[in-house]
Every structure is written in C-alpha cells, then in structure tokens.
T-cell receptor, first 116, second 109 residues
C-alpha cells in the first residue's frame, strides 16, 4: 500500500470555523492532490501540487486553500467552513512520468468532514 | 459532455458470474487507464493499471483498453461476495486524472 496518511479521519465542526486537513506521504512522490467525493458527483479535484510551494486550482477550488512546505505534506484549509463543504476528502499522490510509477494515482483513506 | 462516462448501475450478480464494467471517454490524448475498487467508507484502491491500448490480466481481473473506440472495460471472473464494492474508472494524459462516477456492484452469495 502507498504510504499516505490523512488526518483527522473524522471531524465535525460548525459553520464559519476554520478547518485544516493534513495529508502526509512517505513515497516521495512529486504530485499531491485533494479531492472531494460526494454522491452523484464522484471525485472532484479541489487543488493539487506539483512540487514544494507549487500549487494550482482544480475544478472546485472556491472556499479552499492549500499549502505544501515539504515534499511529504500537503495541507487543505477551509478558511470559513460552510455546510456545502460537508464531504469526504481524499488526498492522492502520483509521481513523475519518468518513474516506474508513471501514471498511477494512489489514494489515502479519506477524511470525513461534517459542517453543522 | 463529460470527459469520462460510466454507467452507475447498480449491478447485482450471483456469485460465480462474470462481471463486465465499462467506461467511455472523449479525450484521445489519454494514455494511462486505471480501475479502482472502493469499499464503503474506504479510499479508492488501485486495482488495475494499463498504459496505452491492450489487455492486462491479474488473477480474476482483466482490464481492456480500446483506444480506437475510446472504451475501457474491466472483467471480473468467478465473482465473489468480497467483490461487492463501487468500481471507478480513471484515465490520464500525464498527471491530470479524470474519473467516472463509479459503478456499484453487489455479488449475491
């Protein structure tokens, strides 16, 4: 199994509070992603990173920010959580196309967030 | 038009049946094709990975890619109750990934 750890795994919070989800990898992969998964929508990309301090927006980035200060850590922050951000959040990693893992995407176990 | 289309099912089969799961896509630049299995309340687990066209077999699972038709398939032989899960197809042209919405499969003992 790919070494991806997400924390917290479960969180309940109130509308308007800040929330940070953490993703930690031990694979030294270059790319890291944050997805959310909702019924009827499947997996949707929030933000991704292609290196330390290099990030870009995905399909559903409004209301979210990210940071990557080390290769192994990718943080997702909800500055002011809303009920529409209740979801399951997955971190994923992939490596450069020049490596033996080229093209493969590995997921963490997910972080279930409920915003009341 | 979505990049990737997948029939959501649900699909229910008796134990031992052959299961066929399929996805179609629109972007001819996709080179990497994946199938994931996701159990309830778990993360997607990479099941099969194929680069470019052709078939790949791993135990009871066979993945097929037909780039000319923009069509990929996953076959499960001798299906087991433990195969009951949601199956997601995914594809990529590098480090941008596109997913189907998943097919829910139940294998009845």
């Amino acid at each position: 199994d790919a070494g991806i750890t997400q924390s917290p795994r479960h969180k309940v919070t109130e509308t308007g509070t800040p929330v940070t989800l953490r993703c930690h990898q031990t694979e030294n992969h270059r790319y890291m992603y944050w997805y959310r998964q909702d019924p009827g929508h499947g997996l949707r990309l929030i933000h991704y990173s292609y290196g330390v301090k290099d990030t870009d927006k995905g399909e559903v980035s409004d209301g979210y920010s990210v940071s990557r200060s080390k290769t192994e850590d990718f943080l997702l922050t909800l500055e002011s959580a809303t009920s529409s951000q209740t979801s399951v959040y997955f971190c994923a990693i992939s490596d450069d196309l020049t490596t033996t893992d080229a093209g493969e995407l590995f997921f963490g176990e997910g972080s279930r967030l409920t915003v009341l | 038009q979505k990049e990737v289309e997948q029939d959501p099912g649900p699909l229910s089969v008796p134990e031992g049946a052959i299961v066929s799961l399929n996805c179609t896509y629109s972007n001819s630049a996709f080179q990497y094709f994946m199938w994931y299995r996701q159990y309830s309340r778990k993360g997607p687990e990479l099941l099969m990975y194929t680069y470019s066209s052709g078939n790949k077999e791993d135990g009871r699972f066979t993945a097929q890619v037909d780039k000319s038709s923009k069509y990929i398939s996953l076959f499960i032989r001798d299906s087991q109750p433990s195969d009951s899960a949601t199956y997601l197809c995914a594809m990529s042209n590098g480090n941008q990934f596109y997913f189907g919405t998943g097919t829910s499969l139940t294998v009845i003992p």
